[in-house]
């Protein structure tokens, strides 16, 4: 199990993004609160026909900063069970 403040740990990784993370999630759900949604065309953005993405917005800002979020919540769950070995 990775620390969290161990440089490879995922949730280091996320703390040290949280901040660009924040502002761009923020600005997602203000794009949606005007009615607008991230979509994606196969003719790319000179394509006439778009879907919306249906990834969620937490979803692709793991993806953008590269953040295994499974990764994350396995060493969450490691750093409770090693707090609860700790507190017994």
Request: net charge negative.
């Amino acid at each position: 199990m990775s620390a969290p403040d161990h440089p490879q740990s995922v949730l280091a990784k996320m703390l040290a993004v949280q901040e660009q993370s924040q502002v761009i999630g923020e600005f997602i759900d203000w794009l949606s609160s005007k009615g607008m949604t991230i979509c994606s065309s196969a003719g790319g953005l000179r394509g006439t026909l778009f879907h919306p993405v249906g990834t969620p917005t937490e979803e692709l800002l793991a993806q953008h900063f590269g953040i295994d979020l499974q990764a994350a919540e396995a060493e969450r769950r490691a750093i409770l069970a090693d707090l609860r070995t700790e507190n017994a």
